[in-house]
């Protein structure tokens, strides 16, 4: 019975790994006319924290630009923006550490983004970007005892570059959109000269003209009040009865 538990805990660990979604399959977010033309990654200057597994430059420079053609590749606008990225300095949790210290790896990066067709650099100062490996199952107890190097590295490089990808959707302008917050201005309303109101002439003063004077109404009778001016009109009754 003691032996079926691990076997059932690593079974239940992967069923959960393999349950992790990952987004490059849905649509991109907006960026406008975006197409990625370079993908450049240097790991020139890259620091290892002294408890790490070690990773050489060409490595991470493969891993990042991999996650960054996976996810800006999807891109297909119609104008073409470089990315560069350097990698600053990394931590990859090793084996053998005991369970209870949980060490985690990390990666620094600095991205820039240029237009491709201007040859300019559209962020002022690089965006340094630091990212930790997400919880799950895999690094619950310490990726270095469940991950391998280079499943460390992947897991890392795509949190890295998704977090490029959120930082250029905060700069729409770049791309042409406008800018983040602000909303579109309302279309204004066009009036036809037709349409537009004649100012209103004040109206003429009528001339005053005396009034005529009143004659005094005749006296009435009492018979010639009670008598019609006109006798009645007495029409045939067809139907012969009495009115």
Request: a positive charge; charged letters at 20%; hydrophobic letters at 45%.
């Amino acid at each position: 019975m003691s032996a079926i538990r691990p076997i059932a805990f690593s079974l239940a660990l992967l069923a959960l790994a393999a349950c992790q979604n990952s987004d490059l399959a849905e649509p991109p977010a907006p960026l406008g006319p975006f197409r990625l033309g370079l993908n450049i990654a240097v790991a020139d200057n890259i620091q290892k924290v002294p408890i790490s597994r070690e990773a050489t430059k060409e490595q991470w420079e493969a891993a990042i630009e991999k996650a960054v053609q996976d996810r800006f590749g999807r891109y297909q606008g119609e104008k073409l923006y470089d990315i560069g990225i350097a990698i600053d300095g990394y931590a990859l949790a090793p084996p053998g550490i005991p369970v209870v210290l949980k060490p985690k790896s990390i990666l620094v990066i600095t991205a820039n983004i240029w237009d491709d067709a201007a040859k300019k650099k559209l962020n002022p100062e690089g965006k340094q970007i630091m990212v930790f490996e997400k919880a799950s199952p895999e690094t619950f107890i310490g990726s270095g005892l469940t991950q391998s190097k280079e499943k460390q590295m992947e897991v890392l490089s795509y949190n890295a570059v998704k977090k490029v990808e959120q930082w250029l959707l905060t700069n729409p302008e770049w791309f042409g959109l406008p800018p983040k917050g602000t909303k579109a201005a309302a279309t204004p309303e066009v009036t036809t000269p037709a349409a537009v109101a004649a100012p209103v002439a004040a109206p003429a003063k009528a001339p005053v003209v005396p009034a005529a004077p009143v004659k005094a109404a005749p006296k009435v009778t009492q018979r010639a009040a009670a008598k019609p001016a006109t006798p009645p009109v007495l029409l045939p009754n067809p139907a012969g009865t009495v009115p």
